[in-house]
């Protein structure tokens, strides 16, 4: 708390003319933040309805790394960085979001789609099992990637 006291010079006053624009310029920030963020969660809601099976490779690949990115993001923001090893094996198989109808955690986006369905480490188990309808995501990523490199 400042008090004003006589003995204050124009110095001191700037001071705190700055530190009280400092401190308004960040709750100006922070509201934005939040606003920002409140308008994400209700973005990501509306990924259920999203459509991949007409959408080229291409866009398909970056919207997946771009979402494992943006959910990375959004389970540190929720909760907490990772402490350890369970913590954060936690994270990627728990943290989850619902895109076209299916649900994809971190490790189901990392291994399933990005790293065509590979098992993740420590994990004797692949993240799509043969009758997994998101196996359908990763067979068109898959396929293209195979065609190119032929």
């Known amino acids: ?68 990115n943006m959910m990375a993001i959004h389970s540190i923001l929720v909760w907490g960085h990772p402490a350890g090893t369970f913590d954060r094996t936690k994270m990627f198989m728990d943290f989850k979001y619902v895109i076209g109808g299916y649900t994809y955690s971190l490790s189901a986006i990392q291994n399933g789609i990005l790293r065509g369905n590979q098992r993740p480490m420590f994990n004797p188990m692949k993240p799509f099992g043969v009758k997994d309808k998101r196996s359908k995501v990763k067979k068109l990523l898959s396929v293209s990637l195979l065609s190119q490199v032929s």
């Open 1 to 68: 708390m400042w008090t004003i006291e006589a003995s204050m010079g124009v110095k001191s006053l700037q001071g705190m003319y700055s530190d009280i624009l400092y401190l308004f310029s960040n709750v100006l920030l922070l509201t934005r933040v939040l606003f920002d963020f409140q308008r994400y969660l209700r973005i990501i809601q509306e990924l259920h309805r999203v459509e991949l099976e007409d959408v080229q490779r291409e866009e398909k690949l970056a919207f997946f790394i771009n979402l494992y």
